[in-house]
Protein backbone atom coordinates (compact mmCIF):
# COMPACT_ATOMS: atom_id res chain seq x y z
CA UNK A 1 0.00 0.00 0.00
CA UNK A 2 0.94 3.34 -0.83
CA UNK A 3 0.45 6.69 1.40
CA UNK A 4 1.69 10.04 2.19
CA UNK A 5 1.46 12.59 5.13
CA UNK A 6 2.19 16.02 5.58
CA UNK A 7 2.49 16.31 9.37
CA UNK A 8 1.44 19.90 9.33
CA UNK A 9 -1.03 21.34 7.88
CA UNK A 10 0.14 25.41 8.54
CA UNK A 11 3.74 26.28 8.80
CA UNK A 12 4.37 30.03 9.79
CA UNK A 13 8.00 31.43 9.50
CA UNK A 14 9.73 34.39 9.83
CA UNK A 15 11.36 36.14 6.88
CA UNK A 16 15.15 35.53 6.40
CA UNK A 17 14.52 31.91 8.95
CA UNK A 18 14.80 28.29 7.55
CA UNK A 19 11.73 26.34 6.46
CA UNK A 20 11.12 22.96 7.22
CA UNK A 21 8.42 21.18 5.77
CA UNK A 22 7.72 17.67 7.19
CA UNK A 23 6.55 14.93 4.44
CA UNK A 24 6.40 10.59 5.87
CA UNK A 25 5.33 8.21 2.84
CA UNK A 26 5.09 4.55 2.55
CA UNK A 27 5.16 2.35 -0.35
CA UNK A 28 5.93 -1.10 -1.32
CA UNK A 29 7.61 -0.22 -3.88
CA UNK A 30 11.04 1.87 -4.38
CA UNK A 31 9.04 4.93 -5.24
CA UNK A 32 9.58 8.38 -6.82
CA UNK A 33 9.23 11.17 -4.50
CA UNK A 34 8.37 14.85 -5.74
CA UNK A 35 7.77 18.41 -4.15
CA UNK A 36 4.84 20.83 -5.90
CA UNK A 37 4.09 24.28 -4.90
CA UNK A 38 0.65 26.21 -5.89
CA UNK A 39 1.04 29.74 -5.43
CA UNK A 40 -2.69 31.57 -4.56
CA UNK A 41 -4.77 30.66 -7.74
CA UNK A 42 -2.20 28.98 -9.64
CA UNK A 43 -1.92 25.61 -10.44
CA UNK A 44 0.71 23.57 -8.76
CA UNK A 45 4.72 23.49 -10.09
CA UNK A 46 7.36 21.09 -9.88
CA UNK A 47 10.25 22.53 -6.70
CA UNK A 48 11.85 19.51 -6.90
CA UNK A 49 12.05 15.25 -7.35
CA UNK A 50 13.42 12.36 -6.31
CA UNK A 51 14.08 9.40 -8.10
CA UNK A 52 16.44 6.94 -6.13
CA UNK A 53 19.95 8.96 -7.24
CA UNK A 54 21.32 11.10 -4.80
CA UNK A 55 19.32 11.32 -1.60
CA UNK A 56 20.10 15.32 -1.05
CA UNK A 57 18.22 16.76 -3.75
CA UNK A 58 17.94 20.06 -5.05
CA UNK A 59 14.95 22.29 -6.63
CA UNK A 60 14.41 25.35 -7.76
CA UNK A 61 14.25 28.84 -5.70
CA UNK A 62 17.06 27.71 -3.13
CA UNK A 63 14.84 24.59 -1.30
CA UNK A 64 15.99 20.87 -1.15
CA UNK A 65 14.87 17.87 0.21
CA UNK A 66 16.66 14.62 1.53
CA UNK A 67 15.37 10.85 1.40
CA UNK A 68 15.60 8.77 4.01
CA UNK A 69 14.97 6.10 3.71
CA UNK A 70 15.28 4.05 7.28
CA UNK A 71 12.88 6.70 7.89
CA UNK A 72 10.13 7.06 5.69
CA UNK A 73 10.86 10.66 4.93
CA UNK A 74 11.61 13.40 2.42
CA UNK A 75 10.99 16.58 4.22
CA UNK A 76 11.62 19.86 2.25
CA UNK A 77 13.88 22.63 3.35
CA UNK A 78 15.16 26.19 2.71
CA UNK A 79 17.92 27.99 4.29
CA UNK A 80 16.06 31.27 4.58
CA UNK A 81 12.60 32.18 3.73
CA UNK A 82 11.51 34.87 1.34
CA UNK A 83 8.16 36.06 1.26
CA UNK A 84 7.37 35.17 -2.17
CA UNK A 85 7.76 31.42 -0.38
CA UNK A 86 4.07 31.92 0.93
CA UNK A 87 2.21 29.34 -0.48
CA UNK A 88 0.73 25.64 -0.08
CA UNK A 89 3.20 23.03 -1.20
CA UNK A 90 2.50 19.26 -1.74
CA UNK A 91 4.32 16.08 -1.05
CA UNK A 92 3.53 13.89 -3.56
CA UNK A 93 4.93 10.16 -3.94
CA UNK A 94 4.64 7.86 -7.34
CA UNK A 95 4.98 4.17 -6.76
CA UNK A 96 2.10 1.57 -8.21
CA UNK A 97 -0.04 4.93 -8.58
CA UNK A 98 0.55 8.73 -7.42
CA UNK A 99 -0.67 10.07 -4.14
CA UNK A 100 -0.72 13.91 -3.46
CA UNK A 101 -0.27 14.50 0.29
CA UNK A 102 -2.81 17.02 1.66
CA UNK A 103 -0.76 20.22 1.62
CA UNK A 104 1.28 22.30 4.10
CA UNK A 105 0.36 26.23 3.93
CA UNK A 106 3.26 28.33 4.50
CA UNK A 107 3.01 31.56 5.68
CA UNK A 108 5.92 33.84 5.44
CA UNK A 109 5.87 36.92 8.22
CA UNK A 110 8.05 39.56 7.24
CA UNK B 1 4.91 25.66 -26.04
CA UNK B 2 1.90 26.87 -23.83
CA UNK B 3 1.83 23.52 -21.58
CA UNK B 4 -1.51 22.82 -20.28
CA UNK B 5 -4.68 24.94 -20.69
CA UNK B 6 -7.68 24.41 -19.86
CA UNK B 7 -10.94 26.15 -20.43
CA UNK B 8 -12.95 27.94 -19.26
CA UNK B 9 -11.28 28.94 -16.11
CA UNK B 10 -14.50 30.19 -14.04
CA UNK B 11 -18.16 28.82 -13.88
CA UNK B 12 -21.14 29.18 -12.53
CA UNK B 13 -23.87 26.30 -12.62
CA UNK B 14 -26.96 25.16 -11.53
CA UNK B 15 -27.78 22.06 -10.51
CA UNK B 16 -28.89 19.99 -12.79
CA UNK B 17 -27.00 21.66 -15.89
CA UNK B 18 -24.39 20.09 -17.37
CA UNK B 19 -20.89 21.41 -18.69
CA UNK B 20 -17.64 19.99 -20.23
CA UNK B 21 -14.15 21.13 -19.41
CA UNK B 22 -11.68 21.24 -21.86
CA UNK B 23 -7.39 20.47 -20.78
CA UNK B 24 -4.95 20.83 -24.06
CA UNK B 25 -1.42 19.84 -23.70
CA UNK B 26 1.14 20.34 -26.10
CA UNK B 27 4.14 18.24 -24.84
CA UNK B 28 3.08 15.60 -26.71
CA UNK B 29 2.48 13.55 -23.27
CA UNK B 30 0.78 10.23 -23.27
CA UNK B 31 -1.09 10.57 -19.62
CA UNK B 32 -3.37 12.91 -18.71
CA UNK B 33 -5.33 13.24 -15.40
CA UNK B 34 -8.25 15.22 -14.10
CA UNK B 35 -7.96 16.54 -10.19
CA UNK B 36 -10.56 18.12 -8.12
CA UNK B 37 -9.40 20.67 -5.08
CA UNK B 38 -11.07 21.10 -2.19
CA UNK B 39 -10.21 22.65 1.20
CA UNK B 40 -7.93 20.35 3.43
CA UNK B 41 -7.97 17.36 1.48
CA UNK B 42 -5.02 18.10 -1.71
CA UNK B 43 -5.85 16.65 -5.07
CA UNK B 44 -8.24 13.77 -5.48
CA UNK B 45 -8.11 11.89 -8.96
CA UNK B 46 -11.34 12.30 -11.19
CA UNK B 47 -10.22 10.09 -13.87
CA UNK B 48 -6.98 9.39 -16.24
CA UNK B 49 -6.03 8.48 -19.48
CA UNK B 50 -3.05 6.37 -20.39
CA UNK B 51 -3.26 7.31 -24.20
CA UNK B 52 -5.35 8.44 -26.94
CA UNK B 53 -8.74 6.53 -26.94
CA UNK B 54 -8.23 5.01 -23.18
CA UNK B 55 -9.87 6.54 -20.02
CA UNK B 56 -10.18 4.36 -16.42
CA UNK B 57 -11.53 5.81 -13.18
CA UNK B 58 -9.11 7.60 -10.38
CA UNK B 59 -10.54 7.81 -6.80
CA UNK B 60 -13.17 9.88 -7.16
CA UNK B 61 -15.01 9.38 -10.45
CA UNK B 62 -18.81 9.61 -9.45
CA UNK B 63 -20.60 12.62 -11.58
CA UNK B 64 -18.21 12.65 -13.75
CA UNK B 65 -17.26 11.81 -17.10
CA UNK B 66 -14.45 12.19 -19.68
CA UNK B 67 -12.85 11.32 -23.10
CA UNK B 68 -9.41 11.79 -25.07
CA UNK B 69 -10.59 11.30 -28.37
CA UNK B 70 -7.05 13.18 -29.62
CA UNK B 71 -3.76 12.95 -27.91
CA UNK B 72 -3.48 16.11 -26.77
CA UNK B 73 -6.90 17.21 -25.37
CA UNK B 74 -8.93 15.64 -22.28
CA UNK B 75 -12.54 16.14 -22.03
CA UNK B 76 -14.38 16.26 -18.43
CA UNK B 77 -18.03 16.59 -18.10
CA UNK B 78 -20.54 16.75 -15.27
CA UNK B 79 -23.77 15.58 -17.16
CA UNK B 80 -25.92 16.72 -13.89
CA UNK B 81 -24.24 19.17 -11.61
CA UNK B 82 -24.51 19.25 -8.23
CA UNK B 83 -23.61 21.71 -5.38
CA UNK B 84 -20.78 18.78 -3.80
CA UNK B 85 -19.29 18.99 -7.45
CA UNK B 86 -18.16 23.12 -6.47
CA UNK B 87 -14.34 22.39 -6.51
CA UNK B 88 -11.44 23.65 -8.58
CA UNK B 89 -10.39 21.75 -11.49
CA UNK B 90 -6.76 20.71 -12.51
CA UNK B 91 -5.77 19.31 -15.36
CA UNK B 92 -2.31 17.44 -15.73
CA UNK B 93 -0.36 15.35 -17.84
CA UNK B 94 3.01 13.75 -18.16
CA UNK B 95 5.05 11.34 -20.24
CA UNK B 96 4.40 8.23 -18.03
CA UNK B 97 1.63 7.50 -15.08
CA UNK B 98 2.36 5.88 -11.68
CA UNK B 99 5.69 4.17 -10.99
CA UNK B 100 7.57 6.50 -13.05
CA UNK B 101 10.07 9.45 -12.60
CA UNK B 102 8.30 11.58 -14.47
CA UNK B 103 6.27 14.70 -13.17
CA UNK B 104 3.22 16.34 -14.11
CA UNK B 105 2.70 19.67 -15.18
CA UNK B 106 -0.82 21.42 -14.34
CA UNK B 107 -2.92 23.63 -15.61
CA UNK B 108 -3.93 26.98 -14.03
CA UNK B 109 -7.30 25.24 -12.75
CA UNK B 110 -10.87 25.83 -13.37
CA UNK B 111 -12.98 27.23 -10.84
CA UNK B 112 -16.17 25.67 -10.63
CA UNK B 113 -19.62 26.28 -8.31
CA UNK B 114 -22.77 24.74 -8.44
CA UNK B 115 -25.55 26.76 -7.11
Known amino acids: AQSVTQLDSHVSVSEGTPVLLRCNYS??????LFWYVQHPNKGLQLLLK??????LVKGINGFEAEFKKSETSFHLTKPSAHMSDAAEYFC????????FGAGTRLFVKA | NAGVTQTPKFRVLKTGQSMTLLCAQD?????MYWYRQDPGMGLRLIHY???????AKGEVPDGYNVSRLKKQNFLLGLESAAPSQTSVYFC????FGGGSSYEQYFGPGTRLTVT
Open chain 2, 92 to 95: ASSY
Open chain 1, 27 to 32: SSYSPS
Open chain 1, 50 to 55: YTSAAT
Open chain 1, 92 to 99: VVSGFKTI
Open chain 2, 27 to 31: MNHEY
Open chain 2, 49 to 55: SVGEGTT
